[in-house]
């Protein structure tokens, strides 16, 4: 019987997450299928019944279901609660679990671009992004916060960072990693944020950002977001299959 997979979102047109996928299922020559469904809430939870009745081996959440993708789930495994959201659903006798493979992501990109193993860190942001990068760095690494509001930062705190710093400043030779939609529709990052850093890291992937551009004339070690999604689904593609995709593959899917 064919196994369905499915992203969930809201847009959900423009996810990659298809061809990544398919690609890495005719690799390894499994019976089974991965298609993007746009849903509102409602039809999230008429998906989560579908997935506890068989109909689905499981699915990849994206924005904005991620926090209610957490309530819907049956447990929450470690990954989910660590950053308060779920980006994949895993059927497990007759339930759901959520896991959240976004820490994966960063670790995945982080080592691809080379960026130092230690050494200090500034994330840009008070989103699921920001929790996935804190939580796949903050053991390593001096973690320090920024955002445009600062009252969404006391919780990173408590999570782990070591504090936070005013929106467009500066820690020296710190990695920048931007956890924001700035860069998107060709937003730069705040004036100087770059001056001092020891590398980036660009989680937007859907186009080559100002930043990242910055980042690369600097000649800094540069972590790309189309890393970070390659390495979020290989987590995933394992949790359901316990099979290992292959990277080039996953990879060449994403090229014209």
Do not use: C
Request: glycine share 10%; no cysteine.
């Amino acid at each position: 019987m064919t196994k369905r997979l499915l992203v969930l979102g809201s847009p959900v047109g423009h996810s990659l997450s298809p061809q990544i996928h398919e690609a890495a299922i005719r690799d390894l020559g499994l019976d089974a299928t991965y298609e993007a469904m746009e849903v509102d809430a409602s039809g999230m939870a008429r998906v989560a019944r579908e997935i506890r009745r068989g109909a689905f081996l499981g699915a990849n959440i994206t924005m904005p279901h991620k926090a209610l993708a957490a309530e819907l789930a049956d447990e929450l495994d470690p990954s989910a609660i660590a950053v308060d959201a779920v980006n994949t659903w895993v059927v497990q006798e007759g339930g759901i679990v959520g896991h959240s493979t976004d820490a994966d992501g960063v670790a995945h990109a982080w080592a691809k671009g080379k960026l130092p193993g230690d050494g200090p860190v500034v994330i840009l942001g008070a989103g699921g992004a920001s929790r996935a990068a804190l939580h796949a760095l903050s053991e390593t690494h001096d973690v320090w916060m920024s955002a445009r509001r600062p009252d969404a930062m006391e919780a990173f705190v408590f999570a782990g960072a070591k504090g936070f710093i005013p929106w467009g400043s500066t820690v020296p030779s710190a990695v920048v990693v931007n956890a924001t939609p700035l860069g998107m529709a060709g937003e730069p990052l705040p004036e100087g944020v770059l001056d001092d850093a020891g590398g980036y890291f660009e989680m937007v992937y859907s186009t080559l950002t100002a930043a990242e551009q910055a980042a690369n004339a600097r000649g800094l070690p540069v972590a790309k977001g189309v890393d970070m999604l390659v390495g979020q689904a290989m987590a995933s593609f394992r949790l359901w299959f316990g099979l290992d995709p292959r990277e080039n593959v996953m990879v060449s899917a994403l090229t014209p």
